[in-house]
């Protein structure tokens, strides 16, 4: 075939020409970062460990640390005058980093603040501290703390002019806070042996803090910030420590206990471990053995009629959720742990040396699946078994840019797939970005073996204050799989364009405003033959910073089954957090929808609804509600085909900042089905957790009466030893 005639000369010249890329970057392009004036601070060395109450009265703060005053709004004004007045301080001692903030409020009843679980206080007040300890201005660790004390960590990540915040990350550091008639003040000490650094005695790492006002759409930060250069690591400060201090290498010992009493089966009891090793203060070994990857909150439930390509479910299990920021992708992602469904072992060795930050995970999977559709609804193979090994390579070519090399591979039963690639960001003059992917995968399923397959994408964009404009490509071989990744489309080329507009009022009611305009098309990989063509336009709205809303209309054509099909479509889309008492987020799509029958496919009408919101009657109560709803019909106005409804109803009590009880009500109306669970929880910190759960399903029968399908008794225990 012409095809297979192609490919492997073609995949030969992009390995070579991607290759040369990455080699030369490594020794050109150090030098291509743009010089800063950030503000540096000499951290000083406390005489005493300040008591960690939330109560700014010891007298360290004032005498000893360091005192930062002059915040300045990021938003709605930049650098405006902030409307209420913020303090911090800042000192440290050989085991811990020390913050503290004073937050007047000349209006401090309208403070919001929630007793909530662990990273369940978004939407309060809280001050902010970000850490980028190795310096690299694209990932930092994120402390947030609410007025009450209550903790919300994560990681997060700027690359290609992206940013995103990686909740799944937590770590063990204190933190109280008090809400008085001034305001509020909060306390914080970090442990040094939570985080990862470069062992050196002079340590410069960046930082950037501030405060978060939610009834005003306010942000104050230290150091200034400004949207003409894109991400906030990019303009972070700087912290000197200087001597030693309590370095990050320890051993941490889990030991788990886990049971499940199902209906029809006896209580199964499932001791297991996880051991962490710190070699040093950048080095972690992670190891588990029979690991409790059982999920204490079921999927949210996601309407699955009428879909063309797989849905993505979010990782929930601890062993993968760590460190797991080191395998991430600008765009394809070849790493999908779900699709490891049930390992017995496990391990990852994660860190960073000079330059280059690394990361190896294997694991032992007694269930495999092969396919995206069964990831989420409990498909395995019981007849064998599958090994992962997955290596990621990054390296520095400035403060601000990557390159990067990753290998994935699966064997199963004699069959393999085995994935390999480079990647990268690179930032010019805070104006320019290219990001970059590319892959190549060989797969061998019993006697079948493919050629090299690859696949390639590719993000040229530039940016400013006021505007910014890109042009992309992605094209996957259809032979490219990457059985341990999320690709659920090959077979196409594809080339886009996108052009914003943006426009600062900067009023009380309208922040921002803006004109968001794409245009694409998608082809067969071997022919000239179109897929998708299409074209889009958006008007986007910024009230403040956590209230916006999106206008946008979409014509495209689709092929499906050999015809074309041509949609348009309105979809409207917001949120807003004005209401202390009831954030909710909106959406609603409708025009031409596609009937993905390969039988009778067809151009109907479809009108698409969710929305959510979340009722805190009290600062420990809180009722959400999610709300899914898909309606189609033959035409519009036509006969309609089916009306798709999930409910779910999620509440929380939270009696302390450890202790909660949760009750989850899910309905499904298009197949009659009920699903409850409640749970008691109980989190000291993390690793040291008991959660007592119990699940059942209802599902209504021929006659119209429900009957329980089952019910499941879950219990996990968990203790961390850190030595």
Not at 239 to 253: A, C, D, Q, S, Y
Not at 670 to 682: D, I, M, P, T
Request: charged share 25%; proline share 4%; with cysteine.
């Amino acid at each position: 075939m012409k095809g297979n005639t192609q490919i492997p000369m073609a995949a030969a010249r992009m390995k070579i020409s991607v290759g040369l890329i990455f080699l030369l970057s490594l020794f050109l392009f150090p030098q291509f970062s743009n010089s800063s004036d950030e503000k540096t601070l000499n951290i000083p060395r406390l005489s005493n460990k300040p008591k960690i109450d939330g109560v700014l009265d010891n007298p360290l703060w004032e005498n000893e640390a360091i005192k930062i005053e002059n915040f300045l709004q990021f938003v709605p004004k930049e650098k405006g005058e902030p409307t209420q007045k913020t303090v911090a301080y800042i000192g440290y001692d050989h085991k811990n980093l020390y913050f503290a903030f004073r937050c007047n409020d000349t209006e401090a009843k309208k403070i919001r603040a929630s007793v909530t679980n662990r990273d369940g206080c978004i939407e309060d007040d809280w001050v902010f501290v970000f850490l980028d300890t190795f310096n690299e201005k694209r990932r930092a660790f994120s402390f947030i703390i609410n007025p009450l004390g209550v903790q919300f960590d994560s990681i997060r990540i700027e690359t290609g002019g992206n940013d995103r915040m990686d909740d799944s990350w937590d770590t063990v550091f204190y933190s109280d806070g008090k809400i008085d008639e001034e305001g509020y003040t909060v306390e914080m000490a970090i442990p040094f042996k939570s985080i990862r650094f470069p062992n050196k005695e002079r340590k410069v790492w960046g930082i950037t803090f501030g405060r978060n006002i939610p009834r005003n759409g306010e942000i104050v930060a230290w150091p200034v910030l400004t949207r003409e250069i894109p991400g906030i690591l990019a303009q972070e400060g700087q912290v000197t420590i200087l001597g030693e201090v309590e370095r990050g290498k320890n051993l941490e010992i889990m030991p788990v206990l886990t049971s499940l009493k199902t209906q029809d089966e006896k209580a199964d009891f499932q001791p297991g471990a996880n051991i962490k090793y710190g070699i040093s203060s950048d080095l972690t070994l992670d190891f588990t053995l029979n690991p409790d990857f059982s999920h204490i909150e079921a999927d949210a439930p996601q309407i699955d009629i009428n879909q063309r390509f797989a849905l993505y479910y979010s990782e929930k299990r601890p062993f993968f959720l760590e460190g797991m920021e080191i395998f991430q992708f600008p765009q394809i992602e070849m790493v999908y742990t779900r699709r490891i469904i049930d390992p017995i072992i496990g391990g990852k060795a994660t860190g960073k040396i000079g330059r280059f930050t690394y990361g190896l995970l294997t694991a032992y999977d007694l269930n495999p699946t092969e396919s995206l559709w069964e990831v989420s609804n409990g498909g395995v193979n019981e007849d064998d078994n599958a090994l992962f090994n997955i290596f990621r390579l990054k390296t520095d070519v400035s403060t601000d840019s990557y390159l990067g090399f990753s290998l994935a591979d699966k064997e199963i039963n004699g069959s393999y797939n085995r994935v390999a690639g480079i990647d990268g960001a690179l930032r010019f003059q805070n104006k320019y970005f290219f990001t970059f992917q590319a892959l190549t995968s060989k797969s061998k399923f019993g006697e079948e073996e493919t050629e090299f397959a690859p696949a390639l994408y590719a993000d040229f964009f530039y940016y400013t204050k006021k505007m910014y404009a890109g042009l992309y490509w992605m094209s996957f071989h259809p032979d490219f799989e990457a059985s341990s990744g999320f690709v659920n489309r090959v077979d196409y080329k594809m080339l886009g364009s996108y052009l914003s507009f943006r426009f600062y009022p900067e009023k009380e009611f309208l922040n921002m405003w803006g004109i968001n305009l794409r245009a694409g098309q998608r082809n067969d990989y071997f022919g000239s033959d179109a897929q998708d063509i299409w074209t889009t336009g958006e008007l986007y709205l910024e009230f403040n910073q956590w209230s916006r809303m999106n206008v946008g209309f979409r014509r495209q054509m689709e092929r499906y089954e050999g015809i074309d099909f041509r949609r348009n479509s309105l979809e409207i889309q917001g949120e807003t957090n004005l209401i202390a008492w009831m954030p909710l987020v909106f959406y609603f799509e409708t025009g031409d929808s596609i009937n993905y029958d390969p039988d009778d496919p067809f151009l109907g009408w479809n009108n698409t609804y969710g929305l959510y919101l979340n009722f805190k009657p009290s600062k420990r109560l809180q009722m959400a509600v999610d709300l899914s709803k898909s309606t189609f019909w033959e035409e519009k106005g036509g006969e309609q085909l089916w009306d798709y409804n999930v409910i779910r109803q999620r509440t929380t009590y939270q009696i302390s900042k450890t202790l909660s009880l949760r009750a989850i009500v899910d309905y499904n109306h298009y197949y009659k089905e009920w699903y409850g669970s409640f749970l008691v929880s109980w989190i000291l910190k993390p690793g040291t957790v008991f959660f007592l759960g119990l699940d059942s399903n209802l599902l209504k029968d021929e006659f119209g009466h429900y009957k329980r399908e089952g019910y499941s008794v879950f219990l996990k225990f968990s203790y961390w030893w850190r030595i």
